[in-house]
């Protein structure tokens, strides 16, 4: 079992920057693959990055490759996903995620967070 707690969403003008973070209990953490995903409302919840279980791979949508950098630090259990320049489209709930594999799909993930939103202005 996994349990996901993300943080660092918030309100940011567009060009600005934010960093989400995605805390996980249990001892397995480094043995799962995790990805970011982020739903606007009206929308399907999609992939934004994933990353693999040592973080030698990772995986990005197009519309934010060169923007956003997805990240994990195994020693405290936590993702992040770092957000450069950014945008008004941008603006969604971003949800943290546990696979058992790296994948950008969603129904191969475990274990959801709550979700953070991040709203951008123009």
């Known amino acids: 079992q996994v349990q996901l707690v993300e943080s660092g969403g918030g309100l940011v003008q567009a060009g600005g920057s934010l960093r989400l973070s995605c805390a996980a209990s249990g001892r397995t953490f480094s043995s799962y693959a995790m990805g970011w995903f982020r739903q606007a409302p009206g929308k399907e919840r999609d992939i934004v990055a994933a990353?693999?279980?040592?973080?030698?791979?990772?995986n990005y949508a197009d519309s934010v490759k060169g923007r956003f950098t997805i990240s994990r630090d195994n020693a405290k259990n936590t993702v992040y996903l770092q957000m450069n320049s950014l945008k008004p489209e941008d603006t969604a709930v971003y949800y943290c995620?546990?696979?058992?594999?790296?994948?950008?799909?969603?129904?191969?993930?475990?274990?959801w967070g709550q979700g953070t939103q991040v709203t951008v202005s123009s």
């Open positions: 995620a546990a696979a058992r594999w790296t994948s950008t799909r969603r129904h191969d993930y475990d274990y």
């Open positions: 990353i693999s279980w040592s973080g030698n791979s990772t």
